[in-house]
């Protein structure tokens, strides 16, 4: 199959599920080497993506949104808040409630963050197919391109899906090509 095209035949649940795993990975990736930078993880990008997006959002809100507790939602608040991503204000009929904005540096920084995310987006929407192709093209697309090959390899292994036709991977080849998929040094 070419580069983020259907070989005519659908893609199986299991296929763009796979697919999905690799297309998030690299989705998550660009915004984790910048976060990287700064000491922060996904989970702080997550808070800090909704306190952007919605100034003012209550605690209570941010823990339905995430679907996470409390204790770990706090220990990565702490760390926005005493770094000045993120102001915590008390609410103007609530006194209870702690209203949630990012600081202009805390904007900034989200704004780079939705930046790379969104270019990747646009390249996969500008692929062949992206906007209005298959879902399988469109996750194809959402991976790196160095990668893709080594993805359909990967899935070819099965003997069904994404692949071009490409028989089963053994022995040292395939041991490389999980290393590479995997982020890892395949020596």
């Known amino acids: 199959m070419p580069d983020g095209g259907a070989s005519g035949a659908a893609c199986s649940s299991d296929d763009l599920i796979e697919l ?4 998030y990975r690299d989705f998550v ?29 209550t605690i209570a809100e941010l823990l339905d949104i995430l679907r996470i ?5 706090n220990r990565v608040l702490k760390d ?23 600081s202009g540096t805390g904007a900034t920084l989200a704004a780079e963050l939705t930046r790379v995310q ?15 192709g298959s ?8 991976i790196e391109p160095d ?3 080594a993805v359909r390899r990967l899935m070819a292994r099965r003997g069904q899906g994404v692949g071009e036709g490409v028989g089963p991977v053994g022995g040292e080849a395939g041991d490389a090509l999980d290393g590479k998929i995997l982020g890892q040094d395949a020596a």
């Not at 609530?94 to 990012?102: K, S, V």
């Not at 969104?118 to 209005?132: I, T």
């Not at 879902?135 to 959402?142: C, G, I, T, V």
């Open 135 to 142: 879902p399988e093209s469109f996750l194809l697309a959402m």
């Open 20 to 23: 999905l795993f690799f297309a």
């Open 69 to 73: 507790t409390k204790q770990s939602l």
């Open 118 to 132: 969104a270019r990747r987006l646009a390249r996969a929407l500008a692929m062949p197919g992206g906007a209005g």
């Open 147 to 149: 990668e893709r090959a």
């Open 29 to 57: 990736g660009d915004p984790d080497r910048i976060l990287a930078q700064y000491g922060f993880g996904r989970a702080h990008h997550r808070v800090l993506h909704f306190v952007d997006r919605y100034p003012g959002l």
């Open 80 to 102: 926005l808040i005493e770094q000045g991503y993120i102001v915590q204000r008390t609410g103007t009929s609530d006194r209870r409630q702690r209203l949630l904005f990012c």
